[in-house]
Structures are given as structure tokens and as C-alpha cells.
């Protein structure tokens, strides 16, 4: 049995201290807030008393990771994935068109057939996209951008306005000019193009504390390990090649068999000294975070007939309906409504006041319903660093660094996804199997 510090207490942290507790090791999680989650959490609004997630989340089917996370932690079954592929567009001008892709034909005839289906695109944009399906066993430059990928793939302009643009911000957090295309490769071939369920959707029926950080925590207490919350790491010391120590915020000097560093890239570089990690460190530097913006809107009566739509030609890309997605399941108004703006960067320097006027219009130009109805209440989140980008060409860093004691763990070290909570998931078991079996 090997004792192990995990800083951080998000998805790659608690994924590491997940599968480090069942291979049998100590751990003691080090998170410096006062409850588990990381970036995902939630509360309760004070005026509606509603449960409020701090960014809404999508699931995918082949998160084979995340699940196996939910099922260790008993919160499997409280993700709900559609029977197949199907996401409902509106346009304020061009109305609904759906795209679904059906499960009852063979690949890639079904997805082709959904796209014929799909009114927002035409038979010349579709024929186009017969186009990616080689693309998929290529090794892509991380220097080319999906712009630029689509561009040679022939993608019209309609094709990248109505699909690929939409989806590229909602599955890389970053427009496609700057995102690299071997990341949304990775996306079609797992989502698309792997297993035949891999690309249903799934939306969690709780808020994300209840449905992560509760029993997250109850599972680690349950066997026995050490949660070290509202304390922060303030410096790792590499001692020599057979010893780390991590220096906490209340004056405790920790020096385990291994850490697993589970936290952002900006606060991991203000706790390793240059001379010891000096290329880790010009890595750390280069990366930016990306903001995702959230706005919820309180209705006074139901405004939306499915779980959620994904909007077009609007700057807020999404709509959900939480009463919906929660049910009897957590707390949700009938009238309750959250939209979601993806790579806000723009977007998250206007004031509040704007943001849930531009959110409240724009809903309704494509919900028509909600403008008969009046809007009691609106709450503007914005996670600023949602997720951490590099340069197009620079290349993650790995879960092991130059120290054999000292891992990495996030959606932003190197798994072959981008940053979603799949990758977090998934670096967080790497790690922990690592430490298993050195």
C-alpha cells in the first residue's frame, strides 16, 4: 500500500482518488475549497431556491471513464441519455430544423441519412462531409486548425456554420480557428464513429455537488481516507529523485510515496520551484484559460417542451430546461431556463444587466412561448477558466514529469481529448494506475 497526496478535488482528482482507494492505497485529497467538485458544483439560488449548476454539462455515451467513475460512486443512473442521437435546432429567422442520427442503420449510412434530414444544411453539404470519414485514421498536425481541416475536408460554408462551428465550440471551448483538429478528430472517431451508442447525449438529474461532491465525499470517508478541505498546497519541494514533499497552507509538510497534482496549470506553477521542473514549467506558461458563460432565467410559467435545443445565429449556443432535466430529482422551477455561451471571451466582459438582456432575447426569438410569459428572476455565472488552452502546435504534457514521485492529472494534460470531464476522468485514473504500479 503506497500513501498518496492528491491536490485538487475535481473530476481528475477525485477520479484518482477513486481508483487509488479501490486498487487498495491510502490517500489523503487536498482541495482548497470547503467542498469536492472543482469547477463542477452547484448551489442553491436564494431567491428561488432552485439548484443552480455553476456551468450546465453534457454527457456523451462513450465517456466510458466518467461512467465507470459514476458507477464507483453509485451515481450512474442518475444520468439520463437519450435512445439515440438528436439535438433540436432553432434559428430566430429559419425556424427548427433536427438533426438525428438513427440507430437502426449501419454507420456511416445513418449519419449521412440524419444529415439529409436536417433542414439547416442541403444535398451539397452533406455530400461534402463523405469527406471526414477518411480524415479519421490520419495523425493531424496539432499545429492545423479545424478551420483549416474543414477547409481541406471541403466543408461548405453552411455545413461549418450550422454544424461543425456549433459543435466545435461546445466540445472544445474554443472557436475553430484556434482549436487544433486533431482534437475534434478525436471527438467524431469516439463520439461518431466508435461504439453505436457513443454519441447519445446525457444530462445529469441532479446538480453537479449532489451528483459528484456528496458522494465523492462519502465514499472516500467510507473507506477511511483522509480529506484535507479548505487547505491549499504552497510549494512542492523535490528533495531528490527518492523524495517529494508538498507544503501546506497550514504550515503541514506531507512526503508520500507519490502526488498526484490534480489542479489547474496556473496554480501548479506557483508551487514548483524553476531549477527542479524548468521545462514543466515553460509548458504551465503557455497555457490561457477559456471562459464559459452561463445565464438563468426564471420564467413564471413552462417556456420549453424538451430537455434542452441548441440555438443558431445567437451568440448563447444552448437552452436547457431544467425543470426538465431535474424532474422530481433536485430542485427546478417549471419556468426555470439556463443558457450557455461557449469560448465567452468577448461575451464575459459585459455587465449582467446586458448579458440577461441579450440572453432573454434571444431565447425568446427562438421559444416563442416565453415572450407571452414574465421573467421573475436571472442570474449570470461566468467561469472564467472553464478550460485551459495552449497555442495551436504546443503539445500537452504528459501524466509523468521529470520527478518519478510527481504526477499530472486534468482535463488539460495529455489524453488524446480535449478539455472535457471525460479527459479529467481519464488522467486521473493514468495517474492513478501509474503510482499502482511503480
Known amino acids: 500500500m503506497k500513501n498518496v497526496v492528491v491536490l485538487g478535488g475535481g473530476f481528475a482528482g477525485l477520479a484518482a482518488a477513486v481508483k487509488l482507494t479501490e486498487l487498495g492505497h491510502s490517500v489523503t485529497l487536498v482541495e482548497r475549497r470547503r467542498q469536492l467538485g472543482g469547477r463542477a458544483f452547484s448551489f442553491t439560488d436564494p431567491t428561488t431556491g432552485d439548484t443552480v449548476d455553476n456551468g450546465q454539462h453534457l454527457f456523451m455515451k462513450c465517456y466510458h471513464a466518467t461512467l465507470a467513475l459514476l458507477q464507483s460512486l453509485g451515481a450512474h443512473d442518475e444520468v439520463e441519455f437519450q435512445n439515440e442521437f438528436q439535438i433540436e435546432f432553432r434559428h430566430p429567422q429559419?425556424?427548427?430544423s433536427t438533426l438525428r442520427i438513427a440507430k437502426t442503420l449501419p454507420r456511416p449510412l445513418n449519419v449521412l441519412a440524419g444529415f439529409l434530414r436536417f433542414k439547416s444544411i442541403g444535398l451539397s453539404d452533406v455530400l461534402k462531409l463523405r469527406n471526414i470519414k477518411p480524415e479519421l485514421s490520419k495523425q493531424l498536425p496539432l499545429s492545423l486548425s479545424v478551420s483549416q481541416w474543414l477547409e481541406q475536408c471541403?466543408?461548405?460554408?453552411r455545413l461549418q456554420e450550422n454544424f461543425w462551428n456549433p459543435l466545435c465550440l461546445a466540445a472544445l471551448n474554443e472557436p475553430t480557428s484556434q482549436?487544433?483538429?486533431?482534437?475534434m478528430q478525436a471527438v467524431l472517431r469516439e463520439g461518431f464513429f466508435?461504439?453505436?451508442d457513443g454519441a447519445f447525449l446525457g444530462y445529469s438529474r441532479l446538480g453537479l455537488s449532489n451528483l459528484l461532491s456528496a458522494r465523492s465525499q462519502t465514499f472516500l470517508n467510507k473507506h477511511e481516507q483522509k480529506l484535507l478541505l479548505g487547505l491549499s498546497a504552497k510549494r512542492i519541494d523535490s528533495v531528490s529523485t527518492h523524495e517529494i514533499a508538498v507544503h501546506l497552507s497550514d504550515n503541514t509538510k506531507l512526503t508520500p510515496d507519490a502526488i498526484i497534482c490534480a489542479i489547474p496549470p496556473q496554480a501548479l506553477s506557483s508551487l514548483l520551484t524553476p531549477h527542479s521542473f524548468p521545462e514543466l514549467l515553460q509548458k504551465l506558461s503557455l497555457y490561457r484559460p477559456s471562459p464559459i458563460l452561463s445565464v438563468n432565467l426564471w420564467y413564471d410559467r413552462p417556456c420549453l417542451d424538451v430537455p434542452f435545443i441548441g440555438m443558431l445565429g445567437t451568440q448563447m449556443e444552448w437552452a436547457f430546461n431544467k425543470h426538465h432535466l431535474y424532474q422530481t430529482h433536485d430542485h427546478a422551477s417549471p419556468g426555470h431556463i439556463t443558457l450557455l455561451a461557449s469560448a465567452a471571451h468577448a461575451l464575459s466582459?459585459?455587465?449582467?444587466?446586458?448579458?440577461?438582456?441579450?440572453a432573454q432575447q434571444e431565447f425568446e426569438s427562438v421559444a416563442p412561448s416565453a415572450s407571452e410569459a414574465n421573467l421573475q428572476h436571472a442570474r449570470v455565472i461566468c467561469e472564467r477558466k472553464a478550460?485551459?488552452?495552449?497555442p495551436l502546435g504546443e503539445s500537452p504534457p504528459n501524466t509523468h514529469t521529470n520527478h518519478p514521485k510527481l504526477l499530472l492529472a486534468g482535463d488539460w494534460v495529455n489524453t488524446g481529448l480535449p478539455a472535457t470531464i471525460e479527459s479529467a476522468v481519464r488522467s486521473g485514473f493514468c495517474a492513478a494506475n501509474s503510482v499502482d504500479k511503480k
Open 94 to 96: 429559419k425556424g427548427t
Open 154 to 157: 471541403k466543408q461548405t460554408q
Open 179 to 183: 482549436a487544433s483538429a486533431r482534437y
Open 194 to 196: 466508435g461504439s453505436p
Open 349 to 358: 466582459q459585459s455587465q449582467p444587466k446586458d448579458l440577461i438582456e441579450l
Open 387 to 390: 478550460t485551459q488552452t495552449l
